[in-house]
Structures are given as C-alpha cells and as structure tokens.
C-alpha cells in the first residue's frame, strides 16, 4: 500500500495567528474606548450631583438679605430704627413741599419723621460702617451709616452721646444712639428725621423698611 504524507503550508500555520492577532488588538481597543466612556459618565454624574447639592444649599441666597455677607446680590431688607412704641409724624413725599432751614429754601420732604420719648434707643437700619458723626446746631447729632450696593442711611435728632464712632462696623438693630432733639423742629418734640439715599440720592425709606408703619405691623 502507498503511503502519502501531507505538509501544511506556511499560508496556513500563519493566518488564524494573524487573525488572533488583530482580533485581540481590536478588543484591547473597545475595553479602552469603554474605560474612556466611563470615566467621562462618571465625571458628568459627579458634577451634575455637585450642582444639584449647591443649588439646594443656595436656594438660601435667593431669599431676602438681612447683612452684607452674601456674595449673591439680593434685596436689602432694613428693621425700623427705633426700639419700642412710636408714631409716624410724617412720612415720604417729594411733592409736599416744606422750608428747609438746612438748605435754605423750600424743598420736597424726602425723609421721614418719627415721634418717640426722649433717650429711646436708635438702632441700626441695616448692616454697615459709620462714616460720619456730626454735632449740628439744627439737625442734633447726625449719625450717618454706609451700607452694601450704594445705600446710606442718615439718622438726625440724636442726643450727643452716641454708641458709635467714625469707622466702627455695625450689625442690623445695634443701638447707635438714641433720641435727643431736633432744635430747627422744636415744636414737634422728641422725634427721630431717617433719610436713605441710593448713590448719594434720597429715596423712600419706606421702600426698604416694610414694617415701618404701626399699622403695617
């Protein structure tokens, strides 16, 4: 009997290696491609779960402000100035004009006037920094604070001992002074003159003081 023998060509030792070859390149890739596409999920969720945490905790800064400690922009609030009972003896009016001693001539009341017992305590409208203090033979003692985004607060008719001095930081209801007389309006007795101004412009303390009425209390 013949026997025969056969031998493989090198054609097809070689190929299913190159085959292997290039399919294990090709799954070394997609594991790589996988591990890129997790790594970016992984760092979308943590970031979009740090804005939801931050949004929930700042949902804070969207309230009203009561200090200047805030870096978000948000409506100044200011507590009515006087600790105790008092009355309104007038109120805001540009269109109600009235002789200003001070200025010497006749000008809208851009201030409000509030009556209150002799030595009751003033207090801060608003967070801030006395910037002046000034003994005035008309107005009494003027007391004058510099708060956040353009605000200043005037309070005249103060007696002369204040609480306060020239660059002293005060907080939201601290005691600055308290009521002594206006000489240029002697006939309306012990009261309190609050004039706010915007960017060195006076405007309606009633605008940033809500509860400033007895009655809207």
């Known amino acids: 009997m013949e026997t025969r ?15 292997s070859t290039q399919m294990e390149k090709a799954r070394r890739q997609a594991v790589g491609i996988s591990a890129v596409l997790m790594v970016i999920m992984l760092g979308l969720a943590v970031t979009f779960t740090t804005l939801a945490i931050n949004a929930g905790r700042g949902g804070g800064n ?34 109600e004009l009235q002789w200003n001693e001070t200025a010497g001539g006749w000008t809208g009341n851009k201030s409000v006037k509030i009556v209150v ?27 004058e604070i510099t708060h956040r985004d353009g605000l200043m607060t005037r309070y005249l008719g103060l007696s002369s001992n204040v609480n306060v001095k020239k660059g002293d930081t005060v907080e939201k209801g601290w005691q600055i002074g308290s009521v002594g007389t206006r000489p240029v309006d002697n006939k309306d007795g012990p009261h309190v003159k609050l004039e706010v101004l915007k960017d060195g412009k006076k405007i309606n303390p009633a605008d940033f003081i809500p509860n400033l009425f007895p009655g809207d209390k």
Do not use: F, H, W
């Not at 023998?5 to 085959?19: D, E, F, G, I, M």
């Not at 017992?117 to 000034?134: C, D």
């Open 5 to 19: 023998s056969y031998k493989l060509s090198s054609n097809q030792t070689t190929a299913p290696v190159r085959q």
């Open 62 to 95: 969207l309230n009203i402000d009561d200090g200047p400690g805030d870096q978000v922009s948000t409506a100044v609030v200011m507590g009515v100035p006087i600790s105790g009972a008092y009355e309104i003896l007038q109120g805001y009016d540009e269109n």
């Open 117 to 143: 017992g002799r030595g009751t305590p003033v207090l801060a409208t608003y967070a801030g920094t006395i910037t002046n203090i000034v003994n005035d033979s008309l107005e009494g003692t003027i007391v």
